[in-house]
Nanobody
Framework: QVRLVESGGGLVQAGGSLRLSCEASGSIFSINAMSWYRQAPGNQRELVATITSGDSTNYADSLKGRFTISRDNAKNTVYLQMNSLKPEDTGVYYC???????????????WGQGTQVTVSS
């Protein structure tokens, strides 16, 4: 029904930047909040940032000022601009959207497959 495809991950040196993208496709009636999560090896998945349908944003406290989330509603795409990257930012980054499929009355969360971000020191 709803498919998420992430891109933009890779290997970068500390201090560098990456921009992640996540496009939602399929039978989508509407999308509410869009978020990025990340999971480092041995750690639980944690929220990185969220942007609502009204463009309100929320960030993990430790990431404020370095990461910026944005969305393009016409493209059903959410972005994560990551600057001043640190080795501790290494992990798999997952896209999450709250969407309502066509023909459904229910909102539900959907997850992407994840994209690896590796920051070398």
């Amino acid at each position: 029904q709803v498919r998420l495809v992430e891109s933009g991950g890779g290997l970068v040196q500390a201090g560098g930047s990456l921009r992640l993208s996540c496009e939602a496709s399929g039978s989508i009636f509407s999308i509410n909040a869009m978020s990025w999560y990340r999971q480092a090896p041995g750690n639980q998945r944690e929220l990185v940032a969220t942007i609502t349908s009204g463009d309100s944003t929320n960030y993990a406290d430790s990431l404020k000022g370095r990461f910026t989330i944005s969305r393009d509603n016409a493209k059903n795409t959410v972005y994560l601009q990551m600057n001043s990257l640190k080795p501790e930012d290494t992990g798999v980054y997952y896209c999450n959207v709250i969407a309502r499929p066509v023909g459904s009355s229910w909102w539900r969360p959907y997850w992407g497959q994840g994209t690896q971000v590796t920051v070398s020191s």
